[in-house]
């Protein structure tokens, strides 16, 4: 954008310092034709208007010629800062994207994270319950053989 920017400014600053030469240039046309006028006797100050005329219809038609130039090189570098200032709404846009699918992505392993851990506990849980029938299992066995050898004795 900052590139844009000089651009714009290079072209207003050359776009003045074109029209100030153009009036520089129109004044001095004007004046040269107007010390010949002076200077020249009355008939040929009706060939020096047409003279006169002319030079200034071909300046007025340069002068429109590098209005037209500058409006173009303007409209092209407005059409530039619309495109750049569009492409930047788009990163911006694939940058909240991005960072949207980041967040899912940690959301999605959170949460398998947390399936994973109650996974874990409902196995320890099992694992427990396991443990405690067969310490159970394994009580009764020696409770009915020390029953049985207590009968014995």
Known sequence: MNVIGEVEEEVVVETVLEEVEEEVVVETVLEEVEEEVVVETVPEEVEEEVVVETVL???????????????????????????????????????????????????????????????????????EVEVEEVVEEEEEEVDGRGRGREGVW
């Open 57 to 127: 219809e071909e300046v007025e038609e340069e002068v429109v010629v590098e209005e037209v130039v500058v409006e173009t090189v303007l409209e092209e570098v407005e059409e530039e800062v619309v495109v750049e200032t569009v492409l930047e709404e788009v990163e911006e846009e694939v940058v909240v994207e991005t960072v949207l699918e980041e967040v899912e992505e940690e959301v999605v392993v959170e949460t398998v994270l947390e399936e994973v851990e109650e996974e874990v506990v409902v196995e320890t849980v099992l694992e």
